[in-house]
């Protein structure tokens, strides 16, 4: 069994998209999935972000220390519960999350709600952090959100603009497997345009725009 490991960021529309391609097809690959922890607020540290990402840093860095707690306290299972339900509400939605209805959501995935205090504790960032430099790791360098790791080597992507649908995706997944498992191989790129397409129909879809947390 190939184990893939899908270093992502809650707010991102495209490891969203990613994500459902990924968890769709893996069955079909004899793979196991695991998703895990990366961070756009730790990524862009330092740097100069202009104003109109500023606020899904800041979505990053709030979001980014629940996740954390979550994961601290149910492990990985935990952090899967909970992007598919808050990813589903994000991004496919579009709707936002606020304080009180993130306990909501939190009991829709039987975790206690008292972990929503952590969006506000910035005892959380440390850990929000060493999460983020394991997928870093696996990557051997620096890169944004999605980072799929194939048996712990990793690569930046795959970026999707749209869910490639069943048999398409079954077939991307072998093609990705194979790239990662070749010795020499590094990077295979184009340009993109985003956001991605959006499907409100299902939840292994893709992604809505940007969307606010609120207190």
Do not use: C, N, Q, Y
């Given at each position: 069994m190939t184990d893939i490991d899908l270093y992502l960021d809650p707010v991102c529309p495209f490891a969203w998209v990613t994500s459902r391609w990924l968890l769709g097809a893996a069955e079909a690959v004899d793979a196991r999935v695991t998703l895990r922890q990366m961070s756009l607020a730790v990524l862009n540290e330092g740097n100069d972000v202009d104003a109109a990402h500023r606020p899904m840093?800041?979505?990053s860095r709030r979001l980014g220390r629940l996740f954390a707690a979550v994961?601290?306290?149910e492990g990985p299972q935990g952090f899967a519960r909970l992007y598919e339900t808050i990813g589903t509400r994000?991004?496919?939605h579009g709707e936002d999350v606020t304080?009180?209805?993130?306990d909501e959501l939190l009991e829709k995935c039987g975790l206690d709600t008292a972990l929503?205090?952590?969006l506000d504790d910035i005892a959380f960032d440390d850990a929000v952090a060493s999460a983020h430099a394991v997928g870093q790791r696996s990557l051997g360098g620096r890169g944004g959100s999605p980072v799929l790791a194939v048996d712990g080597?990793?690569?930046?992507?795959?970026v999707l603009t749209a869910d490639p649908g069943p048999r398409q995706g079954v077939a991307l997944l072998e093609a990705v497997i194979t790239m990662a498992t070749t010795p020499g191989f590094a990077v295979l790129q184009?340009?993109?345009?985003?956001?991605?397409?959006?499907?409100?129909?299902?939840?292994?879809?893709a992604a809505a725009p940007e969307v606010a947390l609120r207190s």
């Open positions: 840093i800041e979505r994961t601290g306290v994000v991004h496919v304080r009180d209805g993130l929503s205090a952590s080597r990793g690569f930046f992507g795959p184009r340009p993109f345009a985003g956001p991605p397409t959006i499907d409100k129909a299902g939840h292994r879809s």
